[in-house]
C-alpha cells in the first residue's frame, strides 16, 4: 500500500474520469493521497476532494507563479482552511525563477508569510523551488524552517543542495524524473541521500515515470519509482515502500 505524498487530482486533465480513476488506485492499493493546493481556487478544490474521499488528505497555499492574486484576506482564508482536520500541510509554496513573473521580491515576500503561517498553524510545509536553490535554503534558515520541518517537492537541484535541505531536517520528494534518461542527477541525490529522508510523490498529473513519460500520470504509476529507488539503495520494492511510507507518516503527522 503505497502513499503518494503530492498529487493534483483536481487538475482538469482528471475532469472526465476523476472518480474511475480514484476508484480504481484506491483499488490497486494506494492507501492515501494528499493532494496539494498550488493557488486559492485549486486549495479550494483540494479542500472539496478530502471531503469526498476518505482517504485523500490536503495541503493548502499558493505556488509562487501564482502568489501575485494574493491578498490579506486571502492569507485570513488560508489560516482558516489550515484548522480542518484533514488539511496537514501548507503548499506548495516557495520560489521559482524559471519565469521571469511574479518578480523575485514578490515570490520572496509571500514564501515568507505562507511559512510564518505554517509556523502559526503548526503545520509542515511543502516546498517548490525551481532554479533558485542558494535563496529557498536563505529564507528557510532565516524563517527556522528546521522548527516547520517539511518537504523539498520534486527535488530537482544536485548532492549538495540535498545537504543543506537534509540538514535541517527535510525530506526530500522523489517521483517520475528519477526513472527518465536525463534523470541522473537525481538518481545520485537518492543514492547519496538517507532512505529515512525520501517520500515517493507523483505530482501527477505531470511527470508520468518510464515507461508511461509524457502520458497523464497517477499514483499508481509510483510502482516504477519504487522500483528504480530499490535498484539505486539496493532494497527490495516493499522495504522502499515501507520505509517511505512512514517518512509520509511521520512528514504529514497522520
Ligand atoms: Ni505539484
Not at 480514484?22 to 478530502?50: D, Y
Not at 528519477?178 to 529522508?197: C, D, H, M, S
Request: one cysteine or more.
Amino acid at each position: 500500500m503505497i502513499i503518494d505524498t503530492h498529487a493534483h487530482y483536481d487538475d482538469k486533465q482528471f475532469d472526465e474520469d476523476r472518480e474511475q480513476v480514484l476508484a480504481h488506485l484506491f483499488e490497486q492499493g494506494i492507501e492515501r493521497i494528499v493532494n496539494v493546493g498550488a493557488s486559492i481556487e485549486t486549495s479550494k478544490s483540494t479542500i472539496a476532494l478530502t471531503e469526498q474521499y476518505d482517504r485523500i488528505w490536503g495541503a493548502v497555499g499558493v505556488h509562487p507563479n501564482e502568489v501575485e492574486e494574493l491578498n490579506e484576506a486571502h492569507m485570513e482564508w488560508l489560516k482558516q482552511a489550515c484548522s480542518l482536520e484533514k488539511i496537514i500541510a501548507v503548499g506548495e509554496i516557495g520560489l521559482d525563477y524559471y519565469y521571469k513573473e511574479p518578480e523575485r521580491s514578490i515570490q520572496k515576500e509571500w514564501f515568507d508569510r505562507q511559512m510564518a503561517l505554517a509556523k502559526e498553524v503548526s503545520l509542515p510545509i511543502i516546498i517548490h523551488s525551481r532554479d533558485a536553490a542558494a535563496d529557498t535554503a536563505d529564507m528557510m534558515k532565516a524563517a527556522n524552517a528546521r522548527d516547520i520541518g517539511g518537504v523539498i517537492h520534486c527535488f530537482s537541484y544536485g548532492k549538495e543542495m540535498a545537504r543543506e535541505f537534509l540538514d535541517m531536517g527535510f525530506y526530500l520528494g522523489i517521483g517520475g524524473v528519477v526513472t527518465f534518461k536525463n534523470g541522473k542527477k537525481l538518481r545520485e541525490v537518492v543514492e547519496y541521500a538517507p532512505i529515512e529522508q525520501l517520500v515517493l510523490e507523483t505530482d501527477c498529473p505531470y511527470l508520468s515515470p518510464e515507461p508511461h513519460r509524457g502520458t497523464r500520470n497517477m499514483s499508481l504509476n509510483l510502482q516504477y519509482v519504487v522500483n528504480q529507488i530499490a535498484d539505486i539503495k539496493k532494497m527490495s520494492y516493499a522495504d522502499v515502500v515501507a520505509q517511505t511510507n512512514e517518512n509520509a507518516r511521520r512528514l504529514y503527522r497522520f
